[in-house]
């Protein structure tokens, strides 16, 4: 047997000492009965030097053997065809030619398609697509394998789930679990296959797991994960030296994640500010290529220019993410993308610039396509949505608005979208479709806010219908600013002057400030209130908006017509007796 520090030496015909099958593989017994503690037990499997062929050999030895192999599998029979081609792939392996041992067995493959069914066969295929960074097809490590060859192959998928991401945790512990299998590897497997599962293990395992890397070679691969594990062990300043000293190694791809790392650490540190990090990672992009580590360093710089809401930077960055991504990165590209495109919708639902709302709603456009369906694309849809509202689409916010309300699963979210589903058909001139927009996304425990919201939607409703004194009904007793100038805008319309001054009232008292230069909109609402007043000379009404207005400018003629309206009799009388 090829000796290990695991290796195990028992008489061949000892009475009392046999092998039990167990599904973590083949386990040693004594007297029948297993031996006392099974958790730390060593299972009996070699599986994995067997089926990648793995031999501790020099390497002009392992040369020899590659170059036998491959002429006996260049002069095979028919009949000896695949198992020739087989012993040249894993010859190929041992090597670390790892190229060409996928390609010998692909062709072996293809001319004997049904050999994949063998164990040996696939494990092998499996080993080689991960080494050859192709981690869609090393999913073959998966299994499933014989029980009892379960423990020999789960370090092979501990450096399989490493490299497609999701399960690190996991990975970490299968890899720390047996860490000094991989250490007795041949050379030209272990120096690609160890530093992966020692920066793994530095990175995410748990403090049991950490123990594994106590005793590591002293190559910089290796000082990057004593780094990650000090880090994790809260020994930020020795990791953070480390990092910085590990940004200048020779090993590209060593220092450019060192190079992460200290940003990072910055960054957190409040040692640079976001702006800074964000170029900082954009500076290492260049590295980051050549090691294949573009996309990760993207989604950092994405990550700080989230911090300070610059979305159009963050989802470029995102872009060229998965422009330059591998699968290992989608579980890094999904959060973030929606947690950016989230931000844009926000800032374009709340701002009032037409050219930024126009270029937001573009934006969200182009990726909404790109996010899974769910409450959190439903909420980015509904903010979508009110944007293209905003922007006089009311067809196109309509057909958005639909696509979200199936989605979303809050009652609240549910109600407001609805709202503007309504609007939308409010606008579209489909009273009955607003009116069924909110009937289907109604809900006993809506907010007495969304309520009273959706109260002013029916009465918009009404009037739309022609139906003026049931909006007015709709709307009796809510104090809202909408509420209230649609219930003046109604009594306006049927010569209800005094109703009317009422509602304006509330409104001006609310939105005109008793200082302070006043808005276009807050100078509309003025002279709005002194025309109704006028009407049924309400000289009280005049006299307190004059007073409200006071000497404040106002645009244009805007002072001329309200000083005519008010005649405000403290006050200054119109320089014309004719409003223009």
Not at 1 to 18: I, L, N, Q
Not at 158 to 166: C, I, N, P
Not at 465 to 471: L, M
Not at 559 to 569: C, E, T
Request: contains cysteine; aromatic residues 4%; proline residues 5%.
């Amino acid at each position: 047997m090829w000796p290990t520090k695991e290796g195990v030496v028992v008489a061949a015909r000892s009475p009392d000492v046999g092998m039990r099958a167990t599904p973590d593989g083949a386990l040693l017994t004594w007297s029948d009965k297993a031996v006392p503690d099974g958790g730390t037990a060593i299972y009996a499997s070699d599986v994995d030097l067997k089926w990648l062929g793995l031999q501790n050999r020099p390497d002009q030895e392992l040369q020899k053997r590659f170059h036998d192999a491959t002429l006996a599998a260049a002069d095979s029979d028919p009949a000896q065809r695949f198992a020739r081609r087989l012993d040249a792939a894993r010859a190929a392996f041992g090597i670390g030619s790892f190229v060409e041992a996928r390609g010998i067995l692909t062709v072996a493959l293809q001319d004997d398609p049904e050999e994949i069914s063998r164990p040996d066969v696939r494990f092998l295929l499996g080993a080689t697509e991960l080494l050859c960074n192709d981690v869609g097809d090393a999913s073959l490590l998966e299994g499933p394998w014989p029980d009892d060859q379960q423990r020999a192959t789960q370090v092979w998928r501990g450096l399989y789930l490493t490299s497609a991401g999701g399960h690190d945790a996991e990975a970490a512990h299968l890899l720390a679990r047996d860490f000094t299998r991989l250490r007795n590897y041949p050379a030209n497997v272990r120096d690609v296959v160890l530093p992966l599962a020692a920066e793994e293990i530095g990175r995410y395992g748990s403090q049991d797991d950490l123990a594994a890397l106590n005793d590591m070679p002293a190559d910089s691969p290796y000082q990057l994960a004593a780094a990650f594990r000090d880090l994790r062990t809260g020994k930020r300043d020795l990791a953070y030296a480390a990092f910085k000293k590990l940004a200048d190694d020779r090993n590209p791809l060593v220092s450019e994640k060192a190079s992460e790392q200290a940003i990072s650490l910055d960054l957190a540190g409040g040692n640079i500010t976001p702006d800074a990090a964000a170029d900082a990672f954009g500076s290492i992009i260049p590295d980051a290529r050549l090691a294949g580590r573009e996309a990760i360093v993207r989604f950092l710089q994405a990550d700080a220019f989230m911090q300070v809401h610059k979305w159009t930077d963050a989802l470029t960055a995102i872009d060229k993410a998965q422009a330059a991504s591998s699968p290992a990165n989608e579980t890094m590209a999904a959060p973030l993308l929606f947690q950016t495109l989230a931000g844009v919708a926000s800032a374009g639902v709340n701002g009032t610039d037409q050219n930024g709302l126009l270029h937001d709603a573009a934006m969200l456009g182009a990726h909404l396509p790109e996010l899974t369906p769910g409450p959190k694309k439903g909420e980015i849809l509904v903010a979508y949505g009110k944007m293209l509202l905003a922007l006089g689409l009311p067809d196109q916010a309509a057909q958005i608005l639909s696509q979200a309300i199936p989605m979303l699963d809050s009652p609240d979210i549910r109600g407001m979208a609805g709202e503007e589903l309504a609007s939308a058909d409010i606008e579209r001139k489909l009273p009955k479709d607003a009116t069924d927009a909110l009937a289907r996304t109604d809900d006993p425990t809506l907010s007495d806010d969304i309520k009273a919201s959706r109260r002013r939607i029916s009465a918009e409703i009404a009037l739309v219908s022609g139906d003026q004194s049931a909006a007015l009904s709709l709307l009796n007793g809510d104090m809202s600013v909408a509420s209230l100038d649609t219930s003046a805008h109604i009594h306006e319309g049927k010569g209800e002057w005094a109703a009317a001054v009422a509602d304006v009232r509330k409104i001006a008292a609310v939105q005109i400030p008793q200082k302070g230069p006043l808005t276009k909109d807050q100078q509309s609402i003025a002279i709005r209130l002194a025309s109704d007043a006028s009407r049924v000379n309400d000289r009280r009404t005049l006299d307190w908006i004059a007073d409200r207005v006071g000497n404040r400018q106002m645009d244009g003629d805007n002072g001329r017509v309200f000083a005519l309206l008010a005649k405000h009799v403290d006050g200054a009388l119109a320089e014309s007796s004719t409003p223009p």
